[in-house]
């Protein structure tokens, strides 16, 4: 059974960093593009940042390059979120995705990160 499950979030000051995590379970983790995305009360499912399952491609959103890490350990079978200079724009739940040659697609539940003083 395919699962994922972040971890990390939390309440941060502007200008703070967090790290967050995303642990995966019951697919073939390394061969997966992963990605995060992030949503806000009202809005849609806004893209992040991704990184490639065989040649750790990656990709980020205008709003997070510079400011965002994402990468990935496979022989933990996990996707890491590294977030430095988080804004109160910042703020929003972030999700997991996981995408596979065939185009199945999985999500995790989220975990919400708050930027506010």
């Known amino acids: 059974q395919v699962q994922l499950v972040e971890s990390g979030g939390g309440l941060v000051q502007p200008g703070g960093s967090l790290r967050l995590s995303c642990a995966a379970f019951g697919f073939r983790f390394s061969s997966y593009d992963m990605a995060w995305y992030r949503q806000t009360p009202g809005n849609e499912r806004e893209f992040v940042a991704e990184?490639?399952?065989?040649?750790?491609?990656?990709n980020y959103a205008d709003s997070t390059q510079g400011r965002f890490t994402i990468s990935r350990d496979n022989s933990k079978n996990t996707l890491y979120l590294q977030m430095d200079s988080l804004k109160p724009d910042d703020t929003a739940v972030y999700y997991c995705?996981?995408?596979?040659?065939?185009?199945?697609?999985?999500w995790g539940q989220g975990t919400q990160v708050t930027v506010s003083s």
């Open positions: 990184i490639g399952g065989p040649g750790g491609t990656l």
């Open positions: 995705r996981a995408r596979g040659a065939w185009g199945d697609t999985h």
